[in-house]
């Protein structure tokens, strides 16, 4: 199963924070970069965050230094820690494979597979 998996979404405050999870199969989780994008109603979809198989990591400048993006390999599982949450982190979020171990891209259209979405909303 190549297609991930999200959950963790749901209704925080300002200033909360959440954890999402993405669960990829064994082989997609160790040969492929991972990502997370979000999209809110109205809006194109837009990056948030990149871990390649190397470990290494990319942020959006709106969410540097508030979430975290990282890997549990025992689990085949990528996370997004999202800290500090503002009304505007609100929207659907995507986690998404690109098949180039080393990848990069910030652009939605060079990943090939994605997950169903998990929602978040930021409200008080």
């Known amino acids: 199963q190549v297609q991930p998996v999200e959950s963790g979404g749901g209704l925080v405050p300002p200033g909360g924070s959440l954890r999402l999870s993405c669960a990829a199969s064994?082989?997609?989780?160790?040969?492929?970069?991972m990502a997370w994008f979000r999209q809110a109603p109205g809006r194109e979809r837009e990056f948030v965050a990149i871990i390649n198989w190397s470990g290494r990591t990319y942020y959006a400048d709106s969410v540097k230094g508030r979430f975290t993006i990282s890997r549990d390999s025992a689990k085949n599982t990528v996370y997004l820690q999202m800290n500090s949450l503002k009304i505007e982190d609100a929207a659907e979020y995507y986690c998404a494979l690109d098949t180039n171990p080393f990848g990069a891209s910030k652009i939605a259209d060079e990943y090939e597979y994605w997950g169903q979405g998990t929602q978040v909303t930021v409200s008080s």
């Open positions: 064994e082989r997609t989780y160790r040969s492929y970069t």
